[in-house]
């Protein structure tokens, strides 16, 4: 795939139909490539995870996740990442959900080569301006911007962070920092901070006996519910377990 060349990524549980989408936009639009089809909504959103794609065509009926699930989700996780819906049902209420989600349009099956172009061109204009919004004369690496945020983080992971006004700062959107900060480093931005926080708290668990209330807000948390809980997504076991099997122990081995 050339360099300058948008990435898209196809997803419908009818190969022959996946096939026919990807072929109507590689007939449609030369900017844009299809990476890779996916034949449901969690396989794909494996493939997004790893293939970060500037674009995702999905048909909304499917088994294992819907289609309306997975633009959920990477409205969600990636909102850079522009949606279209794909679908043989003309429903106002699915078109109307799928507008809440971001979707940048709803065509329907089978599709108009016409349709595929204007939706084509219209992404073209969005994510080129996306490209743009960086100034021209701000000439800093986005490695540079990324260690900045690394170590901003460092410095203020026990206080309320907003990426939105981190991306305010070198004049682009949070989505398109969201992005960035993926592509840099393999993980989301929030993901790096609720990961750099439990770390941090790992360490007070066993190094200290100042309690699990007290360490939730000394690494960020608004409160116990959501540290414990983000505790336990991230490590397998509540911040009081992993007190008890640790003590004594490098929270590092």
């Given amino acids: 795939m050339e360099h300058n060349k948008f990435k898209v990524i196809v997803v419908d549980d009818e190969k022959l139909i996946a096939k026919n989408v990807a072929m109507n936009i590689k007939r449609a639009h030369d900017m844009f490539e299809v990476i890779s089809i996916a034949y449901d909504g969690l396989e794909a959103l494996e493939q997004v995870k790893e293939l970060l794609p500037d674009v995702v065509f999905t048909d909304i009926k499917m088994p294992v996740m819907s289609g309306l699930e997975l633009v959920a989700r990477i409205n969600e996780e990636y909102p850079s990442i522009k949606t279209v819906i794909v ?58 911007i990324i260690e900045n945020i690394k170590t901003y983080i460092k ?92 003590r004594g122990m490098n929270p590092g081995t």
């Avoid at 219209?122 to 080129?128: A, F, G």
């Avoid at 007290?214 to 983000?230: P, T, Y």
């Fill in 87 to 144: 679908s043989g049902y003309d429903d106002f209420k699915l078109a109307r959900t799928a507008l809440e989600h971001n979707v940048k349009n709803y065509l329907l099956k089978p599709i108009n080569s016409d349709e595929v172009t204007r939706t084509l061109q219209k992404l073209e204009r969005t994510l080129l301006a996306e490209k743009n919004e960086i100034s021209t004369e701000q000439n800093v690496r986005p490695s540079d």
């Fill in 155 to 246: 410095h203020n992971f026990d206080k309320p962070i907003s990426f939105t006004e981190i991306a305010n700062q070198y004049n682009f959107s949070q989505a398109y920092l969201t992005k960035m900060f993926k592509e840099q480093t393999g993980i989301l931005p929030k993901k790096y901070l609720n990961d750099y926080r439990i770390n941090h708290a790992r360490k007070l668990l066993v190094d200290s006996n100042i309690s699990i209330k007290d360490i939730a807000l000394r690494v960020g948390f608004e409160d116990q519910f959501h540290f414990s809980k983000n505790f336990k997504n991230t490590v397998g076991v509540s911040p009081h377990q992993f007190r008890t099997n640790n």
